[in-house]
């Protein structure tokens, strides 16, 4: 069975990925999201559940420790599950892992979050180079990334 790791940041992007969440079941998967409040009945619903640290760029200082902390953890955790896929709605927690996945020949799909409509997102750009799927929810996105597969609204 295929090992799939969905990752995101929380928020918007962990609700688009847990739209995905009915075909959790056809993969040995883990879920990967930041740890906020919000989002820590995640371990009672879903197997192999782990966190991040929570940052927001308005605080750029804090948030570049706590990108570095997750670049490092993102690794662990890398290692742990040995993931052959990484699917991810995005944000910044999701880029270090997609890298890392790149540096191990694993296949990366990135779906583009449904708020952007006309513009690229940063993780976006810095993801799409390297994105073995690099999936858009609005059709007018295919033409900012003309790889991209539009796929419609995930909801």
Known sequence: MKKVMF???????????????????????????EKTKSNLYLKEKYQNVYYLVYGTKSHFLPYLF???????????????????????????TAVSMCYIAKLFRKKVIYIETLANKET?????????????YFLVQWESMVKLYPKAIYIGLLF
């Open 7 to 33: 990752i995101s940041s929380t928020g918007g992007h962990l609700t688009e990925l847990l739209e995905m969440s009915p075909i959790f079941k056809d993969y040995d998967y883990s879920l990967i999201t």
């Open 120 to 132: 690229k997102t940063l993780a976006g750009k810095l993801v799409y180079p390297i994105a073995d």
């Open 66 to 92: 706590k990108f570095i902390y997750n670049t490092f953890k993102s690794f662990y955790l890398f290692l742990k599950i040995r993931p052959d896929v990484i699917v991810t709605t995005g944000t910044h």
